[in-house]
């Protein structure tokens, strides 16, 4: 059997250690004596929507959205709305699930078009108060950032969140799961991201793959099944991988994270 992962702009969303969830799936893969292949989408590729079975897009500040946002309209749109379409799986984490939806909306009120895949949007919550972002402290004082746990079917997802968005899932959107601790989509509704047919958008980092195994798998499976339909993966020797996760989700839900802590890096 064999995967090929669309990695979308490498380069340039990469500012959260989500390449953590690239090495995950190869890894992942390769135990398991699965071919794997990795393609990196970057500023000027197209998708073909018959090549790749799994899409994989990180975090980044506003100005990294600003510079994807148009290539990812009309270089890759059409490909990867079709490919989702047709199955392939997809695991799209905080700006990267942001353009997946409808729109963005920056901390500077900008609206940057997204795909749509996720009937959702993101607004900047300096953008929704007005608040200027001169300050670290003011700048601070709009993120969302701490653990975040997610009520994933009977399971617990675990993962760190840092972001400015607040996303609203329109009626009829398939939540990801419930909060159990953090903020997720909004901090106001208890919902965290937001799945269509075999696409994640997500607010985990973490990276979320290594710290949730199941996820990871999950995610293999729907991209296997794209090609060899039902696939039952072999399973891996994920004891001391269970001991983290379970260990993390205990100790996020214990003390659930009010600290704001701003990175430097932009802001957004
Ligand atoms: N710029 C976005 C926000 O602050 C995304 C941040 C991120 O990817 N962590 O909401």
Redesign the pocket.
Known sequence: MRIVVGYLYPKVMC??GDLGNVITIVRRCQWRGIDVEVTELDVGDAVDPGQIDLFLV?????TH?RLVCEDLLAVKGEGIRQAIDQGAAAFA????Y?LWGHYYR??TGQELAGLGVFDAH?I?RAAQTGTRLDTIARAGSV?AVGNLVVQWGDQALVGFE????RTYLHPGARPLGKILAGGGNNSEDGWEGCTYKNAIGTYL?GPALPKNPRLADHIIAAALGRRYGDVQLAPLDDTQEIAAHDQATERSLARPSRARHLWGQGV?
């Open positions: 500012q959260y990180g975090g980044g500040a506003d959205q984490v905080c700006a990267g942001q920056t901390a993101t900047h993120r840092n972001h400015g968005g980092h957004g």
